[in-house]
C-alpha cells in the first residue's frame, strides 16, 4: 500500500510540471523571443573633393555636404577643419589658417541647432589637435534636432573658412581635411 501511494504521488508530480513533454505523433512548442533596438548613427560624405578654385589673400571657403543617417531625433554634431598645406604635406612650413573668428557653418538640410533660433554656427575649442594627418582645430559640439519623425536621416552642410594672409605664399596646391562627427547622447 506504501508503494501504491508513493507511486501516485510521483505520478502527479510529474504531469503537475510545466517542463515535462509528452511524446506522441507531431509536438510543437513556443519561446517567447524580444530584442531591444539601440540608438546607431552613420555619417558619410557625399562631397569628398571639394576645390575653392584660385585664391591670392583673404578669406575663402564653401559648403561641403555629409549624410548623417541615426534612428534618434537629436544628436551632437562637431566638426574638425584642419590648416591647407602646401602639395598636401603635412611637415610643410607653408599653410594657409583656419579663420578662426568665422567658426564653422553647420545645417541640416531638415532640422536646425537646438534650441530653436540658434545660428547653425559653431565655434572652435583653440586646442589643436590632429586632422589625420594635418593640423588642425575642432569644434566645440552643437545640439541638433531633426525636422523628422524620430529619425535624423538627411544631408547636412558643413562650411569652413580659412584665410590666406601671407602675401608671399609660395603658389601652388594646398589641401587639408575637414571632418563631420555625430553623437548619440551627451559628448
Do not use: C
Not at 37 to 64: C, E, K, R
Request: proline share 6%.
Amino acid at each position: 500500500m506504501k508503494g501504491k501511494g508513493l507511486l501516485v504521488i510521483l505520478v502527479a508530480l510529474v504531469w503537475g510540471s510545466g517542463g515535462v513533454a509528452f511524446a506522441d505523433l507531431t509536438s510543437n512548442a513556443t519561446a517567447n523571443v524580444a530584442v531591444h533596438v539601440v540608438s546607431n548613427v552613420a555619417v558619410g560624405v557625399v562631397t569628398t573633393v571639394v576645390d575653392f578654385g584660385n585664391i591670392q589673400t583673404g578669406p575663402f571657403g564653401g559648403p561641403i555636404i555629409f549624410r548623417v543617417d541615426a534612428n534618434v531625433q537629436v544628436l551632437f554634431l562637431g566638426v574638425a577643419v584642419s590648416n591647407l598645406y602646401k602639395d598636401d604635406a603635412p611637415t610643410s612650413p607653408y599653410f594657409i589658417p583656419i579663420d578662426v573668428a568665422a567658426g564653422v557653418g553647420v545645417a541640416p538640410v531638415i532640422g536646425s541647432e537646438l534650441p530653436t533660433g540658434e545660428d547653425n554656427r559653431l565655434a572652435y575649442d583653440l586646442s589643436p589637435i590632429f586632422v589625420g594627418p594635418f593640423i588642425g582645430l575642432q569644434t566645440v559640439g552643437g545640439l541638433f534636432g531633426s525636422g523628422q519623425n524620430n529619425h535624423f536621416s538627411q544631408e547636412v552642410v558643413v562650411t569652413p573658412t580659412w584665410v590666406q594672409i601671407d602675401n608671399e605664399l609660395p603658389t601652388g596646391e594646398y589641401s587639408g581635411l575637414v571632418m563631420l562627427t555625430a553623437v548619440i547622447g551627451q559628448p
